[in-house]
Nanobody
Framework: QVQLVESGGGLVQAGGSLRLSCTAS????????MGWYRQAPGKQRELVAAIISGGSTNYADSVKGRFTISRDNDKNTVYLQMNSLKPEDTAVYYC??????????????WGQGTQVTVSS
């Protein structure tokens, strides 16, 4: 069974940094796009950053210049380096990936979410 396991969330002061990690496990043939979404209380889930297998990236305007997404294909892991954090970055962050399990079609998978809280 394919799973995405996240780590790295926590509490940080404004201006600080955190690094999120997300690793895919299970039996799969390939991983296409990987990314991070976030959902703040009372708000819709939004895309933060995404990276495709070739390395091209996409960022929300609100995090450009502060966050960096990267991936290690050998480790089936995607990272989100978050710098200059602001209180408005406070949210639950979810890992997302398009994965093709062995003998199955490509599907969209989500991690369990990790809380990021930025204090002012």
């Amino acid at each position: 069974q394919v799973q995405l396991v996240e780590s790295g969330g926590g509490l940080v002061q404004a201006g600080g940094s955190l690094r999120l990690s997300c690793t895919a496990s299970g039996r799969f043939a390939s991983i296409n796009g990987m990314g991070w979404y976030r959902q703040a209380p009372g708000k819709q889930r939004e895309l933060v950053a995404a990276i495709i297998s070739g390395g091209s990236t996409n960022y929300a305007d609100s995090v450009k210049g502060r966050f960096t997404i990267s991936r290690d294909n050998d480790k089936n892991t995607v990272y989100l380096q978050m710098n200059s954090l602001k209180p408005e970055d406070t949210a639950v962050y979810y890992c997302n990936a398009q994965i093709r399990p062995v003998g199955w079609v490509e599907s969209n998978y989500w991690g369990q979410g990790t809380q990021v809280t930025v204090s002012s």
